[in-house]
């Protein structure tokens, strides 16, 4: 979930981008899990938060297994801090979450 800035319209573009890393500090990234999506505002985003989705789990999220990832978010001239995201996708058994 983002919250928007106040100067936000219906219609502007949320550019957002994720990028997995091996470590669970955001070192060693993992190249073919970077992302970049567009997300065109509606009023209910403005109101509560957009959403915004990483799409294809397989490729850009499972290959991270246990690791981390950086995602950040630009709109109307306003770049978020960058937010570093925990991913755990492997069980103690060694299997990812789509294998149990």
Same mark, same amino acid.
């Given at each position: 979930?983002?919250? @928007?800035?106040? *100067? /936000?319209?219906?219609?502007?573009? %949320? !550019?957002?981008?994720? !990028?997995?890393?091996? +470590?669970?500090?955001?070192? *060693?990234?993992?190249?073919?899990?970077?992302? $970049?999506g567009v @997300?065109? /505002?509606?009023?209910?985003?403005?109101?509560?938060?957009? &959403? &915004?989705?990483?799409?294809?789990?397989?490729?850009?999220? $499972?290959?991270?297994?246990?690791?981390? +990832?950086? +995602?950040? =978010?630009?709109?109307?001239?306003?770049?978020?801090?960058? +937010? %570093? &995201?925990?991913?755990? %996708? &492997?069980?103690?058994?060694?299997?990812? =979450?789509?294998?149990?």
């Amino acid at each position: 979930m983002v919250t @928007l800035p106040q *100067d /936000v319209q219906p219609g502007d573009e %949320l !550019q957002y981008s994720w !990028q997995g890393y091996r +470590a669970p500090n955001g070192g *060693d990234p993992i190249q073919e899990t970077e992302f $970049k999506g567009v @997300l065109a /505002v509606t009023q209910p985003d403005i109101e509560h938060g957009a &959403v &915004v989705t990483i799409s294809d789990y397989f490729q850009y999220i $499972k290959p991270i297994r246990n690791g981390s +990832a950086i +995602a950040t =978010c630009e709109i109307n001239g306003y770049t978020s801090p960058h +937010a %570093l &995201v925990q991913v755990m %996708l &492997v069980s103690p058994a060694g299997e990812t =979450c789509d294998e149990v």
